[in-house]
Structures are given as C-alpha cells and as structure tokens.
T-cell receptor
Framework: DAGVTQSPTHLIKTRGQHVTLRCSPI?????VSWYQQVLGQGPQFIFQ???????GRGNFPDRFSARQFPNYSSELNVNALLLGDSALYLC???????????FGPGTRLTVL | GENVEQHPSTLSVQEGDSAVIKCTYS??????FPWYKQELGKRPQLIID?????GEKKDQRIAVTLNKTAKHFSLHITETQPEDSAVYFC??????????????FGTGTRLQVTL
C-alpha cells in the first residue's frame, strides 16, 4: 500500500501570496490532520478532518483554512503569506477507529 | 490545552550504550503516547506507542515506560547503533475521542550515536 503522499515537495512564495498544499491519505483512512513544523521544533497541530468535517482546529489565524474531499484527500490553504509561515507542512492520516497517525513526507514552504 | 515537555534537547552516546529520553505532559485525560523518529529531511516515523492502560511496552531494542500518576513517559533505546541517530519526538493525545486526532508534540531530542 502507498503511504501518505503530499504535493508539492517544495514551494517558494513571496509575502502576501496564497498557497495550496495537497495531501492524499493512506487508502481506507478517512481522517486527515495537518501540522506545521518550524525548523528545530516539533510539529504543531493546525487542522483535523474526518469524513469531510472539521473535527479540530489548532491555534492558527484565519488565514489558514482546509477542506477534505469525497475521496478523503485534503487541501490546506494559506492566504496573505508571512515570512513566519515558512515551515515544513505535514499531513497525517489515520483510520477512524485507531489512534496511530501516519505522516506524509511534507511540503517545504519558503516565504521570501 | 495539553503541554508536552521533552528532555534532553540533545543527547550524544557511544555506539552500544543506552539512550533515555523523557517527556512530561499536563493533561491527565491524555491516554495515548506515541514516539516518532525523524531523520533529516524525512517524515516523522512512528517507532513505538503506548496507551494509558499499559505501564511498559517493548519492541526489540526500543521500550517505552509510562507513569500516569507523575504524568511522564520515557523512551529507552538499548545497544544504540549509528542508524539510531535522528531527532526523536514524543507526543500526547486524548485517544480517539469522537475520532479526534490532535497530537501535541514535545520539542524534540537530537540523538547522536558516535562510533
């Protein structure tokens, strides 16, 4: 089985721009979570979606939004990019009945 | 909300020695505690996890212990090898509450295994 996949791998944007990151969960997993990992720190929870509904939101501004599609893939959108948004954005999926989350390779976002 | 503290931030051991990483958590309702290994430029990979109804779990050279009363848990790696060099993260979570899946991570421990 394929693991969690994310696209793109790397992205360079300038301040004020908008970005969309994509995630495909492991087949059969209906839950997708997004995390931001700033260099040298642990991942910070942004959002969780389960069965296309938002089930959790971390302490991030409204510039961050997400959605989940009928095939359980997900998008993370960030508007009005700031330099501080530069980070590795990780997606994780899990089955609804278990706790174990599996991470994708991440999207490295650089904001100039 | 949950807060997870992790120590030490860096750890250097000689090959063959043991390594111990410790974490404390604040939310007594947390009941699932995974450990992830992250190599440079790679995704976090689950190496072991423990639930609050268990005090210890072992998988070959890796073990995790949990003290619910003190709200701390530890990762033990025995007979360390150079390929164990990586950043290790602990995390805590209220497991499977309405299918919620928010993990709160520690700040990471950079383990270096020297020859």
């Amino acid at each position: 089985d394929a693991g969690v996949t994310q696209s793109p791998t790397h992205l360079i944007k300038t301040r004020g721009q908008h970005v969309t990151l994509r995630c495909s969960p492991i087949s059969g997993h209906k839950s997708v979570s997004w995390y931001q990992q700033v260099l040298g720190q642990g991942p910070q929870f942004i959002f969780q979606y389960y069965e296309k509904e938002e089930r959790g939101r971390g302490n991030f501004p409204d510039r961050f939004s997400a959605r989940q599609f009928p095939n359980y893939s997900s998008e993370l959108n960030v508007n009005a990019l700031l330099l501080g948004d530069s980070a590795l954005y990780l997606c994780a999926s899990k089955q609804g009945s278990t706790d174990t989350q599996y991470f994708g390779p991440g999207t490295r976002l650089t904001v100039l | 909300g949950e807060n997870v503290e992790q120590h030490p931030s860096t750890l250097s051991v000689q090959e063959g020695d043991s390594a111990v990483i410790k974490c404390t958590y604040s939310d007594s309702a947390s009941n699932y505690f995974p450990w992830y290994k992250q190599e440079l430029g790679k995704r976090p990979q689950l190496i072991i996890d423990i639930r609050s109804n268990v005090g210890e779990k072992k998988d070959q050279r890796i073990a995790v212990t949990l003290n619910k009363t003190a709200k701390h848990f530890s990762l033990h790696i025995t007979e360390t090898q150079p390929e164990d060099s990586a950043v290790y993260f602990c995390a805590a979570h209220r497991g499977n509450t309405g299918t919620a899946s928010k993990l709160t991570f520690g700040t990471g421990t950079r383990l270096q295994v020297t020859l």
